[in-house]
């Protein structure tokens, strides 16, 4: 089987060959640390989380850069109202980006790259596209892209040139010569941060960043460019006008693009101001259920964000972890049957659904399929404790990828013999007819995440 991506620049899937063998470069666009991250973020965090994590169960080496935009017009802004210094701030919100993904399980990037850090980079990568004809200073001190000498633009969004520039236009405090250029450069406003330039103190622009910090880390030419939909244009059409035009080369073989997560059919945005935020939803959801409600949609859709949604998918989740659970402290069983064919079918198709692009949510139907099989064999009695613990390694195995698994199963505080000794001593109870009792011990269970199910052949425990 082969890893079939679906490719933003051909408009199709394709069969994924990185340039180096089994060596991955990935560049993913970040966030513009001004604020808290919210769940529209989240999702874009754990999408791409997914794939690299996807892509190194496969046995690919991937090296996976993240950027941060530290410093813009927003960053500027907001900086101002809270009479804090510019990078000040952006260092704050970038130390509540890292706790913040660590709550979502989120596995860190090889490098984090901030604007801030890259200017000298970004300058040189300005002055060759000045020498070779692709950008002009203005007499403010700024430098645009000149889209004058373009041919070939909307590769990504598929759209003429015509029809993307179509509304573009020109800010007042703007001396660019079309309302198609960008900037590259800005110049300095008084009282703005800045740095030393060829052109005078400025700062860099939005898509200029991108470009220098990838090609500086990764190469003139990556195996992936990764980012939200919201990117294609203006962004990543940018980014590849800038990187051609001092490269001669593509920017990346392969552009892959998650959708929005939305509300009432708007993107998630904080310009919309219709924004939850990660620490607001982690107060009632867990970061397994969280990423659940991700990745059981496929990631180039989108997503209508709701608590009911949510809630929906903590119900199906809840299903999973029961299976688990019970597989993992199925240690007594009598039956004599293994689990290996139909974990070695439940593999293959797991393999086979996210080799088709991803499919996680195909995947996940996958995991369904082998516990309601191996919860059938469980009940009829057929199931070996060999077969249990073949079904739970499995499970465990895909989870590397999925992350949803609980990392702190309930009631981990009660030994499991403890447990055991409780549920007897109940049984015992109802037979003598006590039944305030055995109802308090199922009670004191139940506040620790154990649930009791009495069964024809016994009382049957399990972690919730």
Known sequence: MALAVFNTLTKKKEEFTPIDDKKVKMYVCGVTVYDDLHMGHARHIVVFDMIVRYLRYRGYAVTHVTNFTDVDDKIINRANELAVPPLELSGMYIGRYFEEIERLGVKRADEYPKASEFVPQIIDMIRKMENAGYAYRT????????????????????????????????????????????????GAKPGEISWPSPWGEGRPGWHIECSAMCMDLLGETIDIHGGGT?????????????????????????????????????????????????????????????????????????????????????????????????????????????????????????????????????????????????????????????????????????????????????????????????????QELRKRKLFDLADSIREKLAEKGVVLEDRTEGAKWKRA
């Not at 179509?166 to 250029?181: F, I, Q, T």
């Not at 209508?304 to 659970?325: I, K, T, W």
Request: proline share 3%; aromatic share 10%; glycine share 6%.
């Open 139 to 186: 007499g403010d001190g700024s430098v645009y892209f000149n889209m004058e000498n373009v041919a070939e633009y909307g590769t990504l969004s598929g759209a003429k040139k015509e029809e993307l520039l179509a509304g573009s236009r020109v800010d007042p405090d703007e001396m660019k010569r079309d309302p198609a250029d960008f900037a590259l450069w800005k």
């Open 230 to 426: 919201d990117l294609i244009f203006p962004h990543h059409e940018n980014e590849i006008l800038q990187s051609r035009s001092v490269t001669g080369k593509p920017l990346a073989n392969y552009w892959i693009h998650n959708g929005m997560l939305q509300v009432q059919e708007e993107k998630m945005s904080k310009s919309l101001k219709n924004f939850f935020t990660v620490r607001q939803v982690l107060e009632n959801f867990t970061k397994e259920e969280i990423r659940f409600y991700f990745l059981n949609n496929h990631y180039r859709g989108p997503i209508a964000f709701s608590d009911v949604a949510l809630s929906e998918a903590a119900a199906s989740l809840r299903r999973l972890h029961n299976a688990y659970e019970e597989m993992r402290n199925a240690k007594d069983l009598q039956g004599t049957e293994n689990a290996k064919a139909i974990v070695d079918k439940a593999r293959m198709d797991f393999i086979g659904q996210m080799d088709d692009d991803f499919n996680s949510r195909g995947a996940f139907a996958v995991l369904f399929d082998l516990v309601r099989e191996t919860n059938r064999l469980l009940s009829e009695g057929r199931l070996s404790p060999e077969g249990a613990a073949d079904v739970v390694s499995f499970l465990e195995e895909v989870d590397g990828v999925f992350g949803v698994l609980p990392s702190s199963p309930a009631g981990k505080d009660v030994s499991e013999d403890i447990i055991q000794i409780l549920v007897d001593v109940r």
